[in-house]
Structure formats: C-alpha cells, structure tokens
C-alpha cells in the first residue's frame, strides 16, 4: 500500500510541476501579458461567447451563418474550450480569462502523464518501469 501511496504523490508531483512549468514558461514570453488580454485573442469575443454561452444546437446552429446551419462541433475547434466556463465559473469573474484559460490548459496538458503512466503500468505490470516511462 506504501507503494501506491508513493506512485499516486510522485505523479501529482509531476502534474504540478508541469503546470507550474508551462505556466512560467508562458508568463516569460515576451508577448504575454498577465493583465491585459489585448491582441492575444485571434478570434472575434462575441463568437467566443457565444460558443460558450448561447448555442442550443450544437449540430445545426443558425445564428453564426445565417441564414445557413452551421454543426459548431465539426466546424470549430471544441475541446478544453468548453471548461473555460467551468473553471471561470470556480474562480470567479476577478481574474482576467486568458489567465484562467492559461492555468486551466496547462494543467489539463500536464495531466497527460497519469494515462501514460496507467498505459505503461498496463504494459509492463511494473510501477517502476511506467514512472521510467513518464519521466523519459
């Protein structure tokens, strides 16, 4: 039981460390402003609200090209967008978006290690070899 205990921390370790270091990494760039979201956003905000707050049809929506449907699913780009919402909803309306978007994004992508890790352990019966595995 020990072991399980000390896999499940090392990999929340590695979850958090990944986001904290995608975050950095972002933060550091040259072009990104933590407080002011100006010319980060290459679409239109009033789409980008409207995805995430008036859209009952998702598969025939037609409002964005009327007077044609339009299948949202097939024809954006609908995948971690659609928790912004959710996560801005937790965090409340004090934080700028792009920041709660950033945090949320980064730790969804360092999330990955856990299905690789439970992929490997799958493969090899070996906690040992799927921690190697992760860590390459």
């Known amino acids: 039981m020990k ?3 000390l896999v499940a921390t090392l990999l929340v ?3 958090v460390l990944g986001t ?4 950095q990494g972002a933060l550091g760039a040259s072009g990104f402003d933590a407080g002011d979201a100006s010319g980060m956003f ?4 009033g789409v980008l ?6 859209v009952e ?4 929506d037609p409002l964005l090209r009327h007077p044609e449907e339009v299948d949202v699913l097939a024809e954006y780009s609908y ?5 912004v919402p959710l996560a801005r909803g937790l965090v409340g309306d004090e934080r700028p978006l792009h920041m709660v978007t950033l945090w949320l994004v980064a730790f969804l992508s ?3 290690v856990v299905p690789l890790f439970l992929l490997a352990h799958a493969l090899t019966r070996s906690a040992g070899w799927a921690l190697g595995g992760v860590l390459w």
């Open 42 to 45: 290459v679409t239109d905000p």
């Open 49 to 54: 609200a409207y995805l995430h707050d008036g």
């Open 20 to 23: 904290a270091l995608r975050i």
């Open 79 to 83: 995948g971690q967008e659609l928790l």
């Open 13 to 15: 370790l590695l979850v």
């Open 110 to 112: 360092a999330s990955v």
């Open 57 to 60: 049809d998702l598969r025939a």
């Open 3 to 5: 072991s399980r205990a």
